[in-house]
């Protein structure tokens, strides 16, 4: 099945096409203590064929962001404000109802833990048909058949007769396979992978990120990864939204955030990883942790951790405004527009030589 | 499947004939019916010509294997009450309590059912907090209460329903109406607990995300996961349905088992208590099996692994 | 949802989050805070609220209004004889009516209420003590010990309890202590049931493997890992049970196997009147009504119970006010 997607230029020599455009996303959780805001204000746009990764820790409201993209946002979650542009459609917008038309065809999520996320009581052939059975109206029959052609497609040895098989007699990858198959079925703009590969032991991990790639090059998919991990970052992702308490602090290509970081909280997870290290040597860690979200303070959110912390951050939020591209290269001042490097740091400037 | 069945079959059993052995046991220590049954002035030898002849001489142990030799030729002896064959009077009055009780547990899943599951979409809606404050009352209210009640309403005073017996089909308002109190207000507990707890798994949003609505993910995701607890909790309300037969029958007069067995009991009438306790008891242990395969139907995680995994 | 709800740390408490005082006074704070919470969130529920006053007026009424009213409940006074209720013209002892010799209604039930709960109170105290401990253990060593305790609850639970308890009070006289036991004995299956699920569960954790590890005895690690974290459970089961405990006893008083006269006792008062319904109809409704009042407070309180000591669940409590809850206002910095 081809779709439109396919008749993109493929390569990377000319800028993709934007498929999903956040804007100022803001979602709200009620708790009997009061309302606190766990996303607050976050950009970051996805392109066909690229992968864009949310990196954060936990808590820090990647997950939630990827659930108020699906549209799949806990009752006591509230979108409080922004847009989610989907090709040229504003899913903030819309009535949950009318949502439904692009949960499937347009919108795809995978999430973390297969076995909690898969119908315990349903065979995967009839959980993998379900797409099809009510969004183009098969058969049974006929959804079983597509079934089996998606558990080819991700890879799932004997699918005739491993499709009338319940989800507890595969094993955690088969199972996360079956996950990623679900939500490509339809052949999505954009697929959402919520740590897809979490809760799997190494050498799955790369089989399903590599499957993850696979699927992308082959429908132009937008893929929006959500991940703890810098090294799937670096190895898979095309972009990069660094996020911290709610809030998007540094974006940008991921060979340039990487190599030159502009908010101190990137660069202190940089720091933390142990690349280069001496035996003995200790360790480089983040002192502190993330602020809860009840008591974000109202300046810089990093500002209980940031070893540059001045008045000015205590007293005002920095918004994330464009950086230039690169200062280590003498032409920076010429490097494009796209695709931009933003932080939200009042010193990002002056980071690099700090 | 059958593999599976053998061992519920196996393990239910058990309970069964503790159950018949207790039964016994217990019925044989509420005292001599010669005292009950004979004229207060009766000579010690008519006394024990009585005892002799219903076998109540032998020692405890021969009056149970002649009990037990008895249940496998389905012969429970004769009632002392009235001469008639035990067993058959048991059968005669299952029928007039099956009817209640199966006409009762049928309203009590689809009323259920129903109002569970609407009041679980809207956790703590409007229609939640009705519901569920509905079938708490249903589940503190006494049911001989409740029939007192109903009786001083409709049949007292608007005297449009009979206080008792089993004529007409108004006669089965009351009664169904009180027996049926006690397993909708837990039932309908059930449902919505389970429901709510299956609309809040991973799956149902990820069935979400696939595009299904609202009623989609009602009646094929959640509905299906939420049956099983529901139907355990059926198994219960069914032995608790004899409880509540007990007080529904003796208050208006059915001519069930329940009202059969304390009649027994009241009038120390061994056979037929035992018969109707033995036919109760296998009742509710076919019930069981029952129950047990629908489970498994519906969840294939308990079945046995037939296929290779 | 990640969220924590913790105690909120003042912005420059976190800067200095690395001093030792401020580390230590967090436990302290938040186990305070946790009681504070449970209160708070019991007045936000306004039926929970009503329902534990209630159950304090009824409780406070059983214990201290038969010293009060005892004398009253038994004077015999035929003047008196089937007044009707809500009438103060015979003075405010008569204000529920009186039965058939005479005696005030309101007394007697105020007498009945402490016979209710003097049966109810300890056969739910009996089974819970019992059924508890004896599931905790079966679920906490697995096994034979398992197998055969639930054989045994399936054993009790596959009878029909009314049916065993009018057995049992026929052979056995029907006194208070014998219906404190033979309710007691059919409801053990139901703790034991749920202790035995929740400790198998826990068994199997890692923190009660650590425990082992560090040689603790079994019975240390039920009582100091296990036992806390199935009691909430137990206590709401409680709670539930004690409604069922009243109806039974009420049931087989009614049968007249219960709590026989001159005691007396709500199901009794309901039997009692029963042939009076067509002339003296309080006589029956009143007591009924009061067993009512009592389940439902219970009933409610307990379903509020399950949810609020339940960490999963507590944050339905927070739902309902979805418009009215004052929003912490958001700090934020509007770009």
């Known amino acids: ?213 696979k699927l992308r090059e082959e429908g132009q998919m937008a893929v929006v990864l959500i991940t703890h991990d810098l090294a799937v970052v670096a190895e898979e992702a095309d972009s990069v939204a660094v996020m911290y308490a709610g809030n998007v602090v540094e974006s940008g290509p991921v060979s340039q955030v990487f190599s030159d970081p502009r908010h101190p909280y990137t660069k202190g ?68 527009p796209r695709p931009g490097r933003a932080a939200a740091c009042h010193f990002s400037e002056e980071l690099n030589n700090a | 499947m ?106 009590a899943v689809v009323l259920a059912l129903l109002v569970g599951c609407w009041a679980a979409l809207k956790p703590n809606g409007v229609a939640d907090r009705i519901s569920s404050f509905i079938s708490m009352a249903a589940a503190s209210i006494p049911d001989f209460w409740l029939a007192i009640v109903g009786i001083w309403v409709f049949a007292i005073t608007l005297g449009w329903l009979p206080t008792s017996g089993v004529s007409g089909a108004g006669a089965w308002v009351l009664p169904i109406a009180t027996l049926l109190l006690r397993p909708f207000g837990v039932l309908v507990q059930i449902v919505r607990g389970s429901m709510v707890s299956a609309l809040s798994e991973p799956y149902i949003k990820l069935a979400r995300s696939r595009g299904a609505g609202e009623l989609r993910v009602v009646t094929h995701h959640a509905l299906r996961n939420a049956a099983a607890p529901a139907l355990t909790v059926a198994g219960d309300l069914t032995v608790g349905l004899v409880n509540g037969a007990v007080v529904v029958e003796t208050i208006f007069g059915w001519p069930g088992i329940g009202k059969l067995m304390i009649d027994s009991i009241l009038q120390r009438d061994f056979a037929v208590l035992q018969a109707a306790v033995l036919l109760t008891a296998v009742a509710i242990f076919a019930l069981n099996i029952l129950i047990d395969m629908g489970y498994a139907l519906l969840d294939a995680r308990v079945r046995p692994v037939t296929a290779k995994a | 949802m990640k969220t924590s709800l913790n105690e909120p740390a003042a912005p420059d408490q976190v800067a200095a989050a690395g001093q030792p005082q401020s580390v230590k006074e967090q436990p302290v704070r938040d186990k305070k805070d946790g009681n504070l919470n449970l209160l708070r969130l019991l007045l936000k529920d306004r039926f929970a609220t009503v329902s534990a006053l209630l159950l304090m007026v009824i409780g406070l009424t059983a214990l201290i209004g038969p010293a009060l009213m005892g004398d009253l409940a038994t004077k ?126 826990l068994q199997s954790r890692t923190f009660v493997d650590a425990a082992r590890t560090f040689g603790a005895r079994p019975n240390a690690i039920i009582g100091r890992h296990v036992i806390p974290v199935v009691l909430p459970t137990l206590l709401t089961l409680a709670t539930l049970e004690f409604c069922y405990v009243m109806l039974a006893e009420s049931s087989l008083s009614f049968l007249g196997i219960g709590i026989q006269p001159p005691d007396v006792s709500w199901g009794l008062m309901v039997s009692q009147g029963r042939q009076y319904l067509q002339t003296a109809w309080w006589l029956s409704i009143f007591p009924g009504v009061a067993i009512v009042l009592t389940t439902i407070a219970a009933n409610v309180l307990a379903a509020w119970l399950r949810i609020a000591t339940d960490p999963a669940q507590r944050w339905r409590l927070a739902l309902p006010r979805k418009r009215l809850i004052a929003r912490i206002p958001v700090k934020e910095a509007k770009p």
């Open chain 1, 1 to 213: 099945m081809k779709t439109a997607a396919q008749t993109v230029l493929p390569g990377k020599t000319r800028a993709q096409d934007v498929v999903l455009s956040v804007r100022d996303l803001a979602v709200d959780i009620r708790t009997y203590r009061g309302t606190v805001r766990a996303v607050n204000g976050v950009d970051f746009e996805a392109r066909a064929g690229e992968t864009l990764a949310l990196l954060g820790e936990s808590g820090c409201g990647k997950s939630m962001t990827a659930k108020a993209l699906a549209g799949i946002m806990d009752p006591v979650c509230d979108l409080a404000g922004g847009e989610i542009v989907l090709n040229g459609t504003d899913l903030a917008a819309l009535t949950p109802k009318e949502r439904l038309k692009f949960a499937g065809p347009e919108l795809g999520i995978v999430f973390q833990d297969a076995l909690t996320a898969l119908n315990p009581v349903y065979t995967v052939g009839t959980q993998l048909g379900e797409a099809f059975r009510i969004h183009q109206g098969l058969s049974a029959r006929e959804a079983k058949v597509q079934a089996i052609e998606l558990m080819k497609r991700v890879g799932i040895p004997e699918p005739e007769s491993r499709v009338n098989s319940y989800p507890h007699q595969f094993s955690g990858g088969m199972r996360q396979r079956i996950l990623i198959a679900m939500a490509v079925a339809l052949n999505p703009r954009l697929l959402i992978a919520d740590e897809p590969t979490t809760a799997l032991d190494v050498t799955v991990q790369a089989q399903i990120m590599q499957l993850l790639r």
């Open chain 1, 269 to 336: 997870l940089l720091e933390s990883v142990p690349v280069h290290v001496e035996r003995g040597a200790h360790l480089k860690s983040i002192a502190g942790s993330p602020p809860e979200l009840h008591d974000i303070p109202s300046g810089c959110v990093y500002q209980s951790r940031c070893p540059l912390v001045q008045e000015i951050c205590r007293a005002e939020r920095p918004r994330l405004l464009p950086v230039n591209g690169s200062a280590t290269n003498n032409h920076s001042e010429t490097l494009p």
């Open chain 2, 2 to 107: 059958l593999i599976y069945l053998r061992k519920r079959i196996i393990s239910s059993a058990l309970p069964l004939a503790v159950v018949i052995v207790g039964v016994f046991a217990l019925a044989r220590m509420t005292g001599n019916p010669a005292s009950l049954y004979l004229p207060l002035n009766a000579t010690q030898q008519m006394r024990d010509d009585f005892t002799a002849r219903n076998g109540l001489d032998q020692p405890l142990l021969v009056q149970m294997a002649d009990y037990f030799g008895g249940v496998l030729k389905l012969d429970f002896g004769q009632s002392l009450r009235t001469g008639q064959d035990a067993a058959a009077m048991a059968l005669r009055a299952f029928p007039a309590t099956l009817q209640l009780a199966a006409t009762t547990m049928v309203l």
């Open chain 3, 76 to 201: 015999q006074n035929l003047l008196f004889a089937n007044k009707a209720p809500f009438s103060l013209a015979y003075g405010w002892e008569y204000f529920l009516g009186s039965d058939s010799l005479g005696r005030s209604m309101l007394a007697r039930l105020v007498v009945a209420s402490r016979t209710t709960f003097s049966v109810a109170l300890p056969a739910v105290a009996v089974a819970l003590v019992i059924g508890s401990l004896w599931g905790v253990w079966a679920g906490y060593h697995r096994g034979w010990r398992e197998n055969v305790s639930m054989r045994i609850a399936d054993v009790i639970m596959s009878f029909p309890s009314l049916l065993l308890a009018v057995v049992v009070l026929y052979v056995f006289s029907p006194s208070a202590g014998n219906i404190v036991l033979i309710l007691a004995l059919t409801r053990i299956p139901i703790y034991l049931r749920t202790a035995r699920a929740e400790s198998a569960e």
